[in-house]
């Protein structure tokens, strides 16, 4: 199950102040009822895409998923753009502004977000498997692994976030 706010003008959909209260509640109802959190179940991906120019990308990429070049909105962060598919067939794309590069360089990454209490865990199997931690300085609430070739993925929980 997941709880979250849809923005009705973007479609985007936000975990808000309420959204926590709510899920806490149901955690405490589920709890009463003899039920029990399975977090390593509970995954989430979006996909991720470094731009100059996220604007008229992230129009590109709208219409393509979602049939509509309107799908776009703000994220909370000002230099980040998404793509959200109001009906929720497709991962969420978001754009991330960088600096004009030569190609080619790893322009799509993976945002795996996990429960907090699996993130280490699932890290510790994929650096097992071959994987590398390139940076783990904003953890717990990300930590960026490359596979063996060097393509990395974001490791994302909700934790000491803004």
């Known amino acids: 199950m997941a709880v979250s706010t849809v923005d009705e003008g973007t479609g ?11 899920a ?8 009463e009822r003899g039920l029990t959190a399975v977090p390593g179940e ?7 895409l470094d731009t100059v120019d996220e604007t008229e990308v992230a129009r590109f990429w709208s219409a393509l998923l979602t049939g509509g070049a ?6 909370t962060a ?7 598919d109001p009906t929720n067939r497709v991962p969420n794309v978001w754009f991330q502004k960088t600096d004009a590069h ?7 990454h993976l ?3 996990l429960a907090p209490e699996v993130a280490d865990e699932r890290i510790a199997a994929a650096v097992a498997a071959g994987g ?8 717990p609430s990300y930590t960026v692994l490359a596979d063996p070739d060097g393509n990395k993925v974001c490791v994302c929980t909700a934790l000491d976030r803004a």
């Open 12 to 22: 985007g959909r936000w975990v808000t102040a309420d959204d926590v209260e709510l």
């Open 78 to 84: 000002p230099q980040v753009l998404d793509v959200f």
């Open 42 to 48: 509970v995954a989430q991906l979006e996909l991720a």
């Open 24 to 31: 806490h509640t149901i955690t405490g109802l589920a709890r």
């Open 111 to 113: 945002d795996l977000w």
């Open 102 to 108: 030569q190609i080619p360089r790893q322009r799509w």
């Open 70 to 75: 309107g799908s776009t909105g703000s994220d």
């Open 132 to 139: 590398t931690v390139i940076d783990a300085s904003d953890a």
